[in-house]
C-alpha cells in the first residue's frame, strides 16, 4: 500500500459487479455483469488473467471464495450455483441442486466452509451442503415469512445463525442448524441460547421508512447486525439491548435497533470493521465510516475518500441524481472527473485483512469502473487517547494541534512491559490531520541499548554518544511508533560541544553555532524508513573516504585509527558496486558511512547511510590483524551493506520475518565476499559457519521455526539467532540451487523494485520469485520450511531390480532422543560417482528414484546432497556408506561433500542414531584430509567428545588417541605458513596447533612460550594468525607468570582482536584463583561490556574452570544483570550459554535452573534461550551414558 493507505488494482476487465479473493490475496474471482468469472493471480508485480468460467448462462449474481478449502461458490440468474475445486491443475466444478424457480441474487459461504446460503427471487433462501456419494451440493431451503426477493444474506460467527435482507423491506434472522454440520453444542448467543430447528425465525425486523434491503452484515462478535437499505438508510439492531417493540411468534425481535437517515444516495454494501464501528459505500462512489457511540446509537464519524471529511447540510437523494445528471450532460472533462477514486458506483465491499478477533485492518471496494480498491482501516478509526512506543522516558508536555482546536498537557501514561505511553483526549475526535508535541527526557545509559555512552581509552579519555535502536530501542530515545511496518521520515538535528563531531544517516544540510562552544548539526531529511534504523553518533571522530558514483563513502573512527579503516573502505565500495550490479536497484543515499565503535553489543548494525561496528569487525591493523579476522572484516562489511537492500529499502512488516533481512544479508554476504576476495575459498566455509552451525540449533526440540510468532516485545531478541540468520540462509540458498541462479536474481530484482520504500512480506518475495521461475512452484515449498520447525533426516537405501538401480528414501524430523511428524519438500541432489548429478523432489514420507542400469565400476558410488545443497542430513544404509569410505580417502569426493558425510555421521551419534565406535572407525577414511572445512568438523566433534570425557576416567587416554589424528595434518602443514599458501590453510593451522598443544606436544607449547615473550621484548608479532592459539597454551601450560603476560598485553593493547583474544585464554588457566581473578576483572571498568561474555566463552573450555565461573556467576548475579542491563540481551545470553550447554549432567542443570528461577533470570526473553541451553546439557548427558563404553572399547582397540 502507499504513503495514503490504499491499494489500487487495475483489472483489464472493464466494470466489477461481484468480486472475492482467494485465503492469501494473491488470487481474485470477479465477474463484471456477465454469465462469465474471470480469475486474476499476481504475478510478477501484475495481476494478470489465468482462468475463466462460462459455465452459467445468465449474469452471475455472487461470488464467495472459502479461503481455508479454498472452494469457489458462484450463482446467476440463471437459477443455478456452481462449486469449484482447484485440483493443482485446474478448477474443476461440482453441481449445487438449489432447486430454485427463479434467479439466484447472492451467496455466501459459512464460516466453517461447510454450507453456504443462496439468496434468490423465489422467496427462498438455500443453504446447500456437501452429499459426498453424488459429489453434489445440496440445498435445504428456507422459506418461513419471506415475501419477495433476497438481496443480502450473511452468516453468524457461530456456523449457525444466517441474517436475510430482502425487497419485502424485512431484516430476519434465521436458524440454519444443521446437526450433521454443525454438532450438539449449543451456540450460546444472544439470538437465541440453543439450536433451534433449521429453518425457524429468530428475529424480525422492519424499518421506519420502508424500503428494500441492500445488504446486511454481522458484527463480528456476532452481537450485533447492521443492514443498509434503499431510502439512504444504515440500521443497527444490538442482540444485548432491550427492544422497544412487542416481539410476537410471527415477528419476533431481539434487541434494540437504531437507524441513521443518510444525506448520501444509497448504499448497496456494508461490513463491520470491528464490532463498533461500519463502513458503507454504494451509489456516492465513495466509501462512509459510521460508529457506534457510547450511547449505542449510530453516528457519522466521516467519508473515507473526499478531500474533506466535514459534515455538509443533508441533501436528498433527488438533489444528488440530478447533480450527477449535470454532469453526465457535461462536455467538459473536469466536471465528469469525481474527485473520488473510485469513478462510478460502488458494487461491493469486503473485509481483506481480519485479525483472528475478526477485526478487519483492510478492506477492499469493487466498483462499475473496473477498479479495486484496498483501504488501510487503521487510519480511519475515531480515537479518543493516542498511544506510542515510549520506553524508560519522560515525557513532561504532550500537545495535540489539530486545524480547529488543540488540546494542552494531556495526561499521559505508561506501559513499561510493552514500551508505550497513552496520552488521553478529552472527548472522541475523527480522523483528521494533526501535530504532536511532546517535550520530554531521558537518562543516556552505558547498557549499549538505545542512546549510550562509551569511553575512548586514549591519553585523554573521552566520551563517545552511540544510537543502537535495533530491534525496539528506538522508543528510549524519542517517543515513536516504534515497530518496522510505520515507516516515516525524520529531519534530525543535534547540538553538541563545538570540539565534537555529530553524524547521522542523511549528509549534514547546515552547521550552525547557536550559543558559545556550542554547534548544531542539522541534516539532510532522510527517506521513508522505519524507526530502528534511525541513528547518530557525536564524539571526536576520524575518518577515511573514498566515492563511487554519486555515493560519498568514508569510515570513521576514533582518533588515531582512520588508517586502519582502509581495507573495510574498499571492500565497502567493491561491496557497492556488486550489489547494485546483480540487483539492478542503485543504492539511494548520497552517503555511506562505516563507524567502528569502541563498545558495541552487535558485530554490527545497519542503520541506513550509517552503519556501526564493533572495531574488531571493521579495522584491520597490517601485522597484527589475523587472517580470520580479515575475512570477518570483509564478510560482516559486505553483509551489513546487502542490508541496505534487504531490511532498509524493503523492510519486514514484523520481527516474525526477520529472516527476509537477516537470512538475505547471510546469504549475499557469501555471494558477494566470493565475488571480491574469490581465494577465501568462501562457499567451501558456508558448510562450516552456516549449515552446521544452524543444524546444531535447531536438532533440539526447543528450537523455533525460520517464520516465528513474536507476541511479547522481549521476544524479539531471542531470535536474532543461527535459525534466522544462518538457516534461513540455507534455505534461501536451497531455492536459488533451486530456481538456477539467473531466475533468482530476475526474481530479487523485480521483489526490490516493487517494494521499495515499502514493507514487504513472505509472499511479496516469493510471488516474485515464482513469476520468473519458468513454471517451477515455490509458494508450497518455500512455507513448508520457513514455517517448519527443525530439519529432516533423510534415510537412503539401494536396491537391484533386473540390473537397475533404484534408490528408496524416506524422510523424518531429525531429533535428539525423538520422533515427528512434520513433512518437508526436499530437493534432492544424487551424485553418482561424481559423473552425473541428478535431482528428485521427495514431497511424501518416502519415495524412490530410478538410477538407470548398474556398471561394473568396482569404485562406484552415489552421494546425496551434492555440495551440502539441502538442509537436511543424510543416513546411509550400511552398504551405500562402505561404497562412499574409498572415496573420502582417496578425495574423490569433493570437500563440500567429504565435509557433510563426516558432520552428518556424528550428528546421528550425538542424536543417538548411531554409536561414537562406528564413528570413530570412520575417522580412519578421512586421515588424508587437508581441507580446513572437514577439519572444523572432525575438530568441533573431538572438542564435543574432549568435553564430555573430562567428567571421566578416559580423559587422559582419549587426549593421547587423538594426537595421532591431529599429527598427520600437523607434520603436513608445519608451523611456518609458506609464502603464497592458500587462506584457508592459514585457517587451518592454528586449530591443529592448539590441538596439539592441548594435547601434549610439548615443543607447541615451547613455541608459544616463546613468540609471545618476543613480543613483549619487541612489540612485534612475527605470526598473528597463530596468536590466539597461542595465548590459550600459555594460559594453559603457563601458569600464574603466563597468565600475567596475558593480562599486561590486555591492558596495555588497543587493539580489539587482541583484547578479545586475552579475555578468552586467561579464562583457560589451570589455576583456578587465576580464573576467579579474570572473572572479578569482568566487573570492573577495565573489561568492556561487549567484552563480558569473552571470559565465560574461554572458562567454558575445560569443566573445572566451568565449575568456578558457576559460582562465581552466583555470588555476582546482581552486578552481572546490571551490567548486562537485560536479562534478554545477548550479552547475558551468551554468559548463560557458557555455563549451562557444556555441562553433562541433568542433576547439575537442574540445580542450576532452579537458581535462575528462584532469581528471576528465566523471563519471557531469555526463556527460548534457556531451554535450548538446557537441552545441550541432555544432549551431552545422554552421549556420555550411551557411548562410554564404546568409547572404552575403541581406545582399547587403538592401544590406548
Not at 1079 to 1091: A, P, R
Amino acid at each position: 500500500m502507499d504513503c495514503s493507505g490504499l491499494e489500487k488494482i487495475h483489472l483489464d476487465i472493464g466494470l466489477i459487479s461481484c468480486y472475492a479473493f482467494n485465503k492469501d490475496r494473491t488470487k481474485v474471482a470477479v465477474s463484471s455483469n456477465t454469465n462469465e468469472v474471470f480469475i486474476y493471480a499476481l504475478k510478477c508485480g501484475d495481476w494478470v488473467r489465468t482462468d475463466v468460467f462460462k459455465d452459467h448462462n445468465l449474469r452471475v449474481t455472487g461470488i464467495d471464495w472459502a479461503p481455508e478449502t479454498n472452494r469457489i461458490v458462484t450463482c446467476a440468474q440463471d437459477k443455478t450455483a456452481y462449486v469449484y475445486n482447484y485440483n493443482g491443475e485446474k478448477w474443476i466444478f461440482s453441481c449445487v441442486v438449489a432447486r430454485l424457480y427463479r434467479a439466484a441474487t447472492c451467496v455466501k459461504w459459512s464460516p466453517s466452509e461447510t454450507k453456504f446460503a443462496i439468496g434468490s427471487c423465489s422467496k427462498v433462501v438455500a443453504v446447500c451442503s456437501y452429499v459426498k456419494e453424488t459429489d453434489w451440493w445440496v440445498a435445504k431451503p428456507i422459506r418461513k415469512q419471506i415475501y419477495s426477493m433476497i438481496s443480502s444474506v450473511d452468516w453468524h460467527p457461530n456456523n449457525v445463525l444466517l441474517a436475510v435482507g430482502g425487497m419485502d423491506f424485512r431484516t430476519r434472522v434465521y436458524s440454519a442448524y444443521m446437526k450433521e454440520l454443525d454438532g450438539d453444542k449449543p451456540i450460546g448467543s444472544c439470538w437465541s441460547v440453543k439450536n433451534e430447528p433449521f429453518g425457524t425465525l429468530l428475529a424480525e425486523y422492519t424499518g421506519h421508512n420502508m424500503s428494500w434491503i441492500n445488504a446486511v452484515k454481522f458484527s463480528p462478535s456476532g452481537d450485533r447486525l447492521c443492514w443498509v437499505s434503499h431510502n439512504s438508510t444504515i440500521y443497527m439492531v444490538d442482540s444485548r439491548g432491550k427492544s422497544s417493540e412487542e416481539s410476537t411468534k410471527k415477528s419476533p425481535k431481539v434487541g434494540r435497533m437504531v437507524s441513521l437517515k443518510t444525506p448520501f444516495l444509497p448504499f448497496s454494501s456494508v461490513i463491520w470493521l470491528n464490532n463498533d464501528e461500519i463502513v458503507a459505500g454504494g451509489f456516492n462512489c465513495f466509501p462512509v465510516l459510521y460508529r457506534v457511540n457510547k450511547d449505542a446509537n449510530l453516528e457519522f464519524v466521516c467519508n473515507l475518500d473526499l478531500p474533506s471529511t466535514k459534515k455538509s447540510a443533508p441533501m436528498s437523494p433527488m438533489v444528488m441524481f440530478k447533480n450527477l445528471e449535470s454532469r453526465a450532460d457535461s462536455s467538459n472533462d473536469n466536471d465528469i472527473h469525481l474527485k473520488t477514486l473510485h469513478q462510478s458506483a460502488i458494487t461491493q465491499i469486503r473485509p481483506h485483512t481480519t485479525d483472528r478477533t475478526g477485526n478487519v485492518s483492510v478492506f477492499s471496494s469493487a466498483a462499475y469502473d473496473g477498479l479495486l480498491i484496498l483501504w488501510d482501516a487503521n487510519i480511519f478509526s475515531s480515537v479518543n487517547s493516542i498511544t506510542l512506543n515510549s520506553s524508560e522516558l519522560v515525557i513532561t508536555d504532550a500537545t495535540l494541534v489539530l486545524q480547529k482546536k488543540t488540546y494542552e498537557k494531556l495526561d499521559v501514561s505508561y506501559d513499561e512491559h510493552f514500551g508505550t505511553a497513552k496520552m488521553a483526549l478529552p472527548e472522541t475526535i475523527a480522523p483528521q490531520l494533526g501535530k504532536l508535541h511532546l517535550t520530554y527526557n531521558g537518562i543516556i545509559k552505558d547498557t549499549l541499548k538505545g542512546l549510550y555512552k562509551c569511553t575512548v581509552e586514549d591519553e585523554k579519555p573521552s566520551t563517545l554518544l552511540v544510537t543502537q535502536f535495533e530491534s525496539r530501542y528506538a522508543r528510549c530515545v524519542l517517543p515513536c511508533w516504534d515497530e518496522p511496518v510505520y515507516k516515516a521520515t525524520f529531519t534530525v538535528a543535534l547540538t553538541v560541544p563545538e570540539q565534537l563531531t555529530a553524524i547521522s544517516n542523511m549528509p549534514v544540510e547546515k552547521m550552525t553555532e547557536n550559543e558559545p562552544g556550542w554547534k548544531m548539526f542539522e541534516f539532510q531529511k532522510s527517506p521513508v524508513m522505519s524507526t530502528y534504523l534511525l541513528a547518530f553518533v557525536i564524539g571526536k571522530l576520524e575518518f577515511v573516504e573514498k566515492t563511487v558514483g554519486n555515493t560519498v563513502c568514508r569510515v570513521y573512527t576514533v582518533p588515531g585509527k582512520s588508517n586502519q579503516g582502509l581495507f573495510a573502505l574498499d571492500v565497502m565500495i567493491s561491496a557497492l558496486k556488486f550489489y547494485e550490479n546483480i540487483f539492478q536497484v542503485p543504492y539511494t543515499l548520497p552517503k555511506l558511512d562505516l563507524v567502528g565503535i569502541p563498545n558495541f553489543e552487535a558485530g554490527a548494525m545497519e542503520n541506513w547511510g550509517l552503519v556501526t561496528y564493533r572495531e574488531s569487525c571493521l579495522l584491520l591493523k597490517s601485522g597484527v590483524t589475523s587472517a580470520r579476522v580479515r575475512q570477518n572484516i570483509a564478510l560482516t562489511v559486505a553483509h551489513e551493506i546487502a542490508h541496505m537492500w534487504f531490511g532498509n529499502l524493503v523492510t519486514i512488516e514484523w520481527w516474525t520475518i526477520l529472516f527476509l533481512t537477516e537470512g538475505f544479508a547471510t546469504l549475499m554476504e557469501n555471494i558477494c565476499v566470493d565475488h571480491i576476495f574469490p581465494e577465501f575459498g568462501i562457499w567451501g566455509q558456508f558448510v562450516t559457519d552456516h549449515i552446521s552451525y544452524a543444524m546444531a540449533m535447531d536438532a533440539l526440540r526447543s528450537s523455533h521455526a525460520i517464520e516465528v510468532e513474536i507476541s511479547d516485545p522481549e521476544e524479539i531478541d531471542s531470535i536474532f539467532d543461527a535459525v534466522s540468520y544462518s538457516k534461513a540462509a540455507c534455505v534461501i540458498k536451497m531455492w536459488k540451487d533451486y530456481m538456477g541462479e539467473e531466475q533468482f536474481y530476475k526474481g530479487l530484482q523485480l521483489y526490490l523494485r516493487k517494494y521499495s520504500y515499502q514493507c514487504a512480506t513472505m509472499e511479496n518475495l516469493i510471488q516474485m520469485l515464482e513469476s520468473v521461475s519458468k513454471g517451477k512452484c515455490l509458494m508450497k515449498m518455500a512455507f513448508n520450511w520457513t514455517q517448519t520447525t527443525g530439519f529432516p533426516m533423510v534415510e537412503v537405501s539401494m536396491e537391484k531390480v533386473n540390473g537397475t538401480r533404484r534408490l528408496l528414501f524416506s524422510q523424518k524430523r531429525f531429533l535428539a532422543d525423538d520422533e515427528n511428524n512434520s513433512l518437508w519438500q526436499i530437493p534432492i541432489s544424487i551424485s553418482d560417482s561424481g559423473k552425473a548429478i541428478h535431482y528428485y523432489l521427495l514431497k511424501e514420507r518416502s519415495g524412490c528414484f530410478e538410477m538407470g542400469e548398474q556398471t561394473n565400476d568396482a569404485n562406484q558410488f552415489i552421494k546425496i546432497n551434492h555440495n551440502y545443497s539441502g538442509f537436511y542430513r543424510v543416513k546411509y544404509s550400511d552398504e551405500m556408506l562402505r561404497m562412499l569410505l574409498p572415496a573420502v580417502e582417496a578425495k574423490v569426493l569433493d570437500e563440500a561433500d567429504r565435509f557433510s558425510l563426516c558432520a552428518d555421521s556424528f550428528a546421528f551419534v550425538t542424536a543417538g542414531y548411531t554409536t561414537v565406535y562406528q564413528y570413530l572407525n570412520m575417522l580412519d577414511s578421512f586421515k588424508n584430509e587437508t581441507d580446513y572445512n572437514v577439519w572444523m568438523e572432525i575438530d568441533r566433534a573431538v572438542v564435543f567428545m574432549d568435553n564430555c570425557l573430562q567428567r571421566t576416567a578416559l580423559y587422559g587416554r582419549f587426549k593421547a588417541a587423538m594426537i595421532p589424528l591431529y599429527e598427520q595434518v600437523f607434520n603436513r602443514l608445519g608451523v611456518v605458513g609458506s609464502s603464497g599458501e592458500a587462506h584457508t590453510t592459514k585457517l587451518l593451522r592454528p586449530i591443529i596447533i592448539r590441538r596439539m598443544g592441548e594435547y601434549g606436544h610439548q615443543g607447541v607449547v615451547k613455541m608459544a612460550i616463546e613468540e609471545v615473550d618476543d613480543f613483549l621484548c619487541d612489540g612485534v608479532w612475527r605470526n598473528a594468525d597463530l596468536r590466539q592459539m597461542f595465548f590459550m597454551l600459555i594460559a594453559q601450560f603457563g601458569g600464574e607468570p603466563g597468565f600475567q603476560k596475558l593480562r599486561l598485553i590486555y591492558e596495555s593493547s588497543s587493539s580489539s582482536e587482541i583484547r578479545e583474544q586475552c579475555l578468552m585464554a586467561m579464562g583457560q588457566s589451570p589455576e583456578l584463583n587465576l580464573v576467579k581473578q579474570v572473572l572479578e576483572l569482568t566487573l570492573t571498568d577495565k573489561v568492556l561490556l561487549q567484552d563480558m561474555y569473552r571470559v565465560y566463552f574461554g572458562v567454558r573450555r575445560f569443566a573445572k574452570n566451568n565449575a568456578v565461573a558457576w559460582e562465581f556467576f552466583k555470588d555476582n548475579v546482581q552486578n552481572i544483570v546490571h551490567k548486562c542491563g537485560y536479562t534478554s540481551s545477548c550479552l547475558f545470553i551468551y554468559i548463560i550459554d557458557s555455563l549451562f550447554s557444556r555441562q553433562c549432567c541433568m542433576v547439575k542443570a537442574k540445580e542450576m535452573e532452579d537458581f535462575c528461577r528462584g532469581v528471576n533470570l528465566i523471563t519471557v526473553g531469555s526463556e527460548l534461550r534457556f531451554k535450548q541451553a538446557l537441552e545441550c546439557v541432555e544432549v551431552n548427558a545422554k552421549f556420555l551414558e550411551r557411548n562410554l563404553p564404546s568409547i572404552e572399547r575403541w581406545l582399547m582397540e587403538k592401544g590406548f
